[in-house]
């Protein structure tokens, strides 16, 4: 990892702040190509009651609807957090490069645990089991615990 990718973990960062501030869950993800620009971000949207508007799935729709395979697989999503299972199946099944995050699926899970969230209906798996092939960087120590706090600020607030 080097000053460019932290960077952009920051980014990720920032993007989950802005849900949080809009009264969504704190996710955000930056899709960068092979050259270093920033092709497209987003944040989660699931305020509105679909569940499955996580940025890493929008960013491997767009992804499939812009990108040729070969940009898709020089390309590097960056994250606030680790993939969900939904979202490491699209990045693999779009032929995306490789995913750095801030903070793990196991790590929020307890986060969650310890704020007494319910369980999602979505078993925690690493993106490893779900998407084998994809090379995967985090969490990044030096991040997590901004990640955190946005959490505990999030469901604290309910
Ligand atoms: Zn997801």
Redesign the pocket.
């Given at each position: 990892m080097n000053e460019t990718d932290l960077a952009h973990l920051k980014r990720t960062v920032a993007l989950a702040k802005e849900a949080l501030e809009a009264g969504d869950e704190p996710?955000g993800s930056v899709l960068v190509d092979a050259e270093g620009n920033i092709c497209m971000e987003d944040r989660n949207r699931v305020a509105g009651g679909d569940h499955?508007r996580?940025?890493?799935?929008e960013i491997a729709r767009w992804a499939a609807n812009n990108m040729t395979p070969e940009q898709r697989a020089g390309a590097t999503v960056y994250t606030s957090g680790e993939?969900?299972?939904?979202?490491?199946a699209?990045h693999a099944w779009v032929g995306l490069g490789r995913i750095m995050y801030v903070s793990s699926s196991a790590q929020l899970t307890s986060w969650l645990s310890e704020l007494k969230m319910t369980k999602s209906p979505?078993n925690p798996l690493p993106i490893e089991a779900v998407a084998p092939n994809v090379a995967v960087y985090g969490p990044v120590p030096a991040l997590v615990e901004q990640v955190h706090a946005l959490h505990r600020q999030f469901h604290q607030a309910d």
């Open positions: 996710f499955t996580h940025p890493e799935f993939h969900c299972p939904m979202c490491a699209a979505v």
